[in-house]
């Protein structure tokens, strides 16, 4: 929390500080509504104009025991009144809505942070649920930070009491009691929220008016009783013009998909299996059926990606979604789709392996399981999204390459990504790429594995078209005609033509273009959801007088056409990932460059301070070297 | 349109491809038939899409001269849901086997048919694997010596009617590759049909496999041990229609028809029950203690699967209009910054 302006605000008697960055932790119960709660904060945040990224880090239990440390659920958010690229290192603030929570995220804390826990759960019984020896509010583990205490349930309670409503109904509104708090301490206005509890209440208003009434009646206890003797505000970034949203990336993926299928005025149709966390992609595009969306929740994974086959040789814009295991269950159908050459996007939204790994935990780790992870020689393009609002982009860029192509195409994204937000600068309609194409109905000299000159694509012919009766399959086909084929001489020629139909793409997509000096001393490469830190450490290690680069890859299958030569322009090359270094090894075999891995896998993303750190170490060892 | 549709013949459903099951493998005989009877839909060539996953009988999209796709291991039925949900329009046939079917695809198979999806099912059932040369199969008796099982099988077999009517089929036949007039009748009744129509035909293995239907198609069989299930009527077997089934309990029996009178004691067959537990103690009745039943065990009528899914987008968008990029993505919560 850094302050620029401390200035006398007349409205209240407390002083109130302006802040230029802050992050908020909200942690409490996988119960208690936390990831609402931040929620909350983060979309009238967005209204305020502020630039703000979001962690949501909860539980895979949808339910662990209640006040467990298993059963903390929390919630990040940071917002700035500058272009921030994370959801920040350490909590500025963090609230406790009881004694797990607290336990598991003051060791984050900063020091002398602010921290408001609700002492009414602060009780021996829950205490040995959290397994704690002492008070920790007594105990004196917190004097390095400021406290402020409040009787959260009892004070939620006392402000329902003429609810009518049941204990454990009115206890579940303590979160929006926390919410009024700390709107307050944030000089937030509450009309949005009320607003979105009046909507998403709209058949339960007695529910609604429960939650106004308690958030309202937490910033009224901490206007009148001075709970924290200061108020912060946060002004509005200066962000580049534009209309604005808040956007999370699966949202923002989804919503590429839906445009691309308008830009290529082809139906979507999304096959899937529940699963963490892809599932909200499915969510969202079963929404969208005005669109002419077609969803279909198979019975396993194979079934969604083998349907999704089946709409693409029908002549839909087709998709299939899910995360690493699910993926590996896919992967014999991907290759019949690569093998016959229909359009289609693969998403992998990554989580923490291997098998069940950590499944709400963040990785990008199923680099290698893409790019390698079929039988035979089975090429796929690859593209990473680099940030929740870059989810957009990438779904459109996917399905062109995929309808131009012939070609299923990977996207991967992660768990930080997925289901992060930050704010989105709304393309204009007009601007997105033009992806319409032509079946082939011409029966004449028709062969289905006739290829086009520059992009090597097969002609796609669905069924229906007159004269174009053909048969498609996993057997190895004889060039041209499609007919199955033995001939050593023709596989030989056709695996060619199927690693060379994906290596054309690199002259298809934008070159790889350097932040900063186009060669030099050290290049801070990255791909995926880690651009937030790499480029919030770049810059801030810019500020301290050091000369540093920066690439991030978006393509990473094929690489750009001229990565080669921008690597070796560099001494050194550092690859912070969050793997044990797969991208690394791509490089490596590619370019015969020597890349650095910073390898970091604990299932959470990258710190812009780990980066800056590591920055700094290399190019000071430098220094003394010469 | 079908006015004007040119007329089809059993040739241009040939393709150019050449036919390679082993000679006398009960595939030509179903091949036959289907390219036989698809001239006689009234329904245009390039409307056709014949889907399979692997094995013998999975090589058939090749032969036909239509749309085909030859997918993977068990799969076929999931791209066929995909394709059929997708485009409606189209007339989709899968072609499997057992071992595709039953065993590796056996998920895939069960939901297409809780669904109700539009499509047409062929399962080629020789209870054998032939393409993998001979182990034993999920439609295999209990006790099948096969190279993978030279001490006999352990597993009780799969009976494909009881776990397709189990699934919720609402089109259940068995047919037999030799019994071709009976054959084309039950194909001509599975295209008519509007949800997932299955039929379990009876192939002979000639390589791995060889007489295992000989219960069936040798005679005196054929005519002594064949039952025919026609709607409507009583069920009658035998060379002189001298034998019957009637319900005992909640199972069949068979017993000999002595007077007149007798055949009102038959059950006579109805297709139509809403209520699949009859249909079910028919796929029950098998030799060697009983007959074997032939014909459309189950015909119910429900809304097929694709219909229903265009009818939510249909009703979507008739409620709220067709959607506008625009309004979407500028839909939540916006702030402008100038």
Sequence with gaps: MTSRVEDEKTSNPGASERLDDVVIRFAGDSGDGMQLTGTQFTNTSALLGNDLS??????????????????????????????????????????????????????????????????????????????????????????????????????????????????????????????????????????????????????????????????????????????FQVRYEVDPAQLPPGTYRNVHGNTSLALGLVAASRRSGLPLFLGAYPITPASDLLHELASHKTFGVTTFQAEDEIAAVCAAIGASFGGSLAITASSGPGIALKSEAMNLAMMVELPMVVCNIQRAGPSTGMPTKTEQSDLLQMMFGRNGEAPLPILAAASPKDCFAIGIEACRIALKYMVPVVILSDGYIASGSEPWRLPEIESLPDLRMDFRTDPENFAPYQREEDTLARPWAIPGTPGLEHRLG???????????SYDPANHAKMTWLREEKVARIANDIPPAEVDGEASGKLLILGWGSTEGALTGAVNLARRQGLTVSRLHLRHLNPFPANLGEVLAGFERVLLPEMNTGQLALLLRARYLKDIETFAKVEGRPFSRNEILEKIQQILEADSHVN | MSTEAPVLKKKDFQSDQEVRWCPGCGDYAILSAVQAVFPTLGIPKEKFVVVSGIGCSSRFPYYMNTYGFHTIHGRAPAVATGLKMSRPDLEVWIATGDGDSMSIGGNHLIHVLRRNVGVKILMFNNRIYGLTK??????????????????????????????????????????????????????????????????????????????????????????????????????????EKRRGLRLKGMELEVFDLVTEADEEKCLVWDENQNSPALAFAMSRVLPPEMPTPIGVFRAVERPSYESAVVSQIDQAIEAKGVGKLEDLIYSRDTWTVS
Aim: charge should be neutral.
């Design chain 2, 134 to 239: 001979g182990q034993y199969s999920p439609t295999s008796e209990k006790g099948k010596r096969t190279k993978s099982t030279p001490m006999g099988s352990l597993d009780n077999p799969f009976n494909p009617l009881s776990l397709a009517l189990g699934a919720g089929a609402t089109f259940v036949a068995r047919s037999v590759d030799v019994f071709q007039p009976h054959l084309k009748a039950t194909l001509q009744r599975a295209a008519a049909h509007q949800g997932t129509a299955f039929i379990e035909i009876y192939q002979n293995c000639n390589i791995f496999n060889d007489h295992a239907f000989a219960n069936v198609t040798d005679k005196p069989a054929r005519t002594e041990q064949t039952v025919h299930l026609e709607h409507g009527k009583p069920v009658m077997f035998g060379k």
């Design chain 1, 474 to 484: 996993g057997i190895e086909k004889a060039e041209g005609s499609g007919n199955v």
């Design chain 1, 54 to 227: 979001t962690l949501p880090d909860f539980p895979a239990e949808i339910r662990a025991p209640a006040g467990t440390l298993p059963g903390v659920s929390a919630f990040q958010v940071r917002i700035a009144d500058y272009d921030i690229h994370t959801p920040g290192d350490a909590p500025d603030v963090l609230i406790a809505m009881n004694p797990a929570a607290l336990k598991k995220n003051i060791g984050e804390l900063k020091p002398n942070g602010v921290v408001i826990v609700n002492t009414d759960e602060f009780t021996v019984r829950n205490f040995k649920k959290a397994k704690i020896e002492q008070d920790p509010l007594e105990d004196g583990s917190l004097d390095g930070y400021r406290l402020f205490k409040a009787q959260i349930t009892t004070l939620t309670r006392r402000t329902l009491e003429d609810s009518g409503l049941d204990t454990k109904t009115v206890d579940r509104c303590k979160n929006f009691f926390a919410l009024g708090m700390v709107y307050w301490l944030f000089s937030r206005p509450m009309e949005n929220t009320e607003a979105w509890l009046h909507q998403k209440f709209a058949r339960k208003p007695e529910l609604a008016e429960a939650n106004v009434k308690a958030m309202k009646a937490g910033w009224n206890f901490c206007d009148i009783t001075q709970l």
